[in-house]
């Protein structure tokens, strides 16, 4: 790999990547988290269709994140967004 190779995949990388409290966390991981606090603050509403909207903004961000990144996992996204949760 050359230098040119290897500063892109540097980049690149950080450009999937978040600071979060001194934690870098990749970025689907951020987006994952996000959608499960929302997803657990609709918990007590008991709420279907609130629950069904956040899967469904779920498998949005899946789609876009899947198209830039060809090593992305949907299927654990999804799994990290519904962690906890039986019902939805």
Do not use: C, K, W
Request: aromatic content about 8%; hydrophobic content about 45%; glycine content about 4%.
């Amino acid at each position: 790999m050359s230098v040119a190779d290897s500063y892109v995949t540097d980049r690149t990388r950080r450009a999937n990547e978040v600071l979060i409290a001194g934690e870098v966390l990749a970025l689907d991981q951020f987006i994952a988290g996000v959608l499960r606090r929302a997803h657990e603050s609709l918990e007590p509403l008991r709420s279907p269709s609130e629950h069904r909207a956040i899967f469904a903004v779920a498998r949005l961000f899946a789609d876009d994140l899947e198209r830039t990144d060809p090593a992305f996992d949907r299927e654990r996204f999804i799994e990290a967004v519904a962690e906890g949760f039986s019902h939805a």
